[in-house]
Nanobody, 119 residues
Framework: QVQLVESGGGLVQVGGSLRLSCAASGTILSIYTMGWYRQAPGKQRELVATLTSGDRTNYADSVKGRFTMSRINAKNTVYLQMNSLTPEDTAVYYC?????????????WGQGTQVTVSP
């Protein structure tokens, strides 16, 4: 069974920084893409950033220049460094992975971590 476990959320003031972590565990053969999505109250879940196994990153326009996604391959762990946070970044942040197990490939999600940016 695969698990994605996020950590690092919390409360921060406008202009502050947070770093989210996501560790994938279980019987994993390979990870194709990992990413971060977020969902604010009353809004749809939206992409924040993705990072492929080929080191290609993709960022939402709203976070470009402020957020940076990175990873440690050996630990199946990714990070999201979030700087210059604004109240509009307040949301539950979900880790995502497109990965292969021994017998299938699928999408997996973490349980989410709350990020709250206070004015």
């Amino acid at each position: 069974q695969v698990q994605l476990v996020e950590s690092g959320g919390g409360l921060v003031q406008v202009g502050g920084s947070l770093r989210l972590s996501c560790a994938a565990s279980g019987t994993i053969l390979s990870i194709y893409t990992m990413g971060w999505y977020r969902q604010a109250p009353g809004k749809q879940r939206e992409l924040v950033a993705t990072l492929t196994s080929g080191d290609r990153t993709n960022y939402a326009d709203s976070v470009k220049g402020r957020f940076t996604m990175s990873r440690i391959n050996a630990k199946n762990t990714v990070y999201l460094q979030m700087n210059s946070l604004t109240p509009e970044d307040t949301a539950v942040y979900y880790c995502y992975a497109d990965l292969r197990r021994w017998y299938d490939r699928g999408d997996y999600w973490g349980q989410g971590t709350q990020v709250t940016v206070s004015p």
